[in-house]
């Protein structure tokens, strides 16, 4: 799976949009941008995948740039409960098996300041 | 419904000890995964089952670590000789099946080899 690089750590004002970036200027084609998110003390949670569109759900954005080398997670109105360590991860999509592990790297540590 | 459960949530041990640390995953889910995380780093991928049989098994550090799911179910992650180095957070996590882009994560079990 492709590396990916994220900065170590972002401050957001509770009610303002939480854009985090990351860079994967070596993905492959058919590698998917998966994003999670670990609150202190609690397991890994999944917010949202895309490959080249952009994507939206309940939780959050995810843009891709054209070239595919970056995207931006964005959290439209950060709370204070959105505090969290977020992980942007590159993996070869879900129709080939044998490849379903995920590589986390030490992700963006994310605080929302009231 | 019930998400993945761990037990114990901590565990202490002494160094040369056996530990077996206990994953529950969601109902019907044939995937599951067990990771390791180490303070202040992302959680370490170890090993992949897919109903009974270990489908990726590359992350197991060494011969010490074992891990079995008999009935494609509870797996249990079996540590022998354990050594301080040992000690991090073991997660575990499930997910419909191996295609799925979504992993369940549980809460880990924290172990601690004094």
């Known amino acids: 799976d492709a590396k990916t690089t994220q900065p170590t750590s972002m401050d957001c004002a509770e009610g303002r949009a939480a854009n985090l970036p990351c860079n994967h200027s070596?993905?492959?084609?058919?590698?998917?941008v998966y994003w999670y998110r670990q609150i202190h003390s609690q397991g890994p949670q999944y917010i949202i995948h895309?490959?080249?569109n952009n994507e939206t759900n309940e939780m959050a954005s995810l843009i891709i740039t054209e070239d595919r080398k970056s995207s931006t997670l964005i959290l439209p109105h950060a709370t204070l409960r959105d505090t969290a360590v977020y992980y942007c991860i590159v993996r070869v999509g879900s129709s080939n098996f044998g490849n379903e592990k995920l590589t986390f790297g030490t992700g963006t540590r994310l605080t929302i300041i009231p | 419904g019930a998400g993945v459960s761990q037990t114990p949530s901590n565990k202490v041990t002494e160094k040369g000890k056996y530990v077996e640390l206990r994953c529950d995953p969601i109902?019907?889910?044939?995937?599951l995964y067990w990771y390791r995380q180490s303070l202040g780093q992302g959680p370490e991928f170890l090993i992949y089952?897919?109903?009974?049989?270990?489908?990726?098994d590359s992350g197991l550090p060494n011969d010490r670590f074992f891990a079995v799911r008999p009935e494609g179910s509870v797996s249990t992650l079996k540590i022998q000789r354990t050594e301080r180095g040992d000690s991090a957070v073991y997660l575990c996590?499930?997910?419909?099946?191996?295609?799925?882009?979504?992993?369940?994560f549980g809460p880990g079990t924290r172990l601690t080899v004094t």
């Open positions: 895309g490959l080249k």
């Open positions: 109902s019907g889910h044939t995937a």
């Open positions: 089952f897919q109903g009974t049989g270990a489908a990726d």
């Open positions: 996590a499930s997910s419909p099946d191996g295609r799925s882009y979504e992993q369940y």
């Open positions: 070596t993905i492959s084609g058919n590698e998917y």
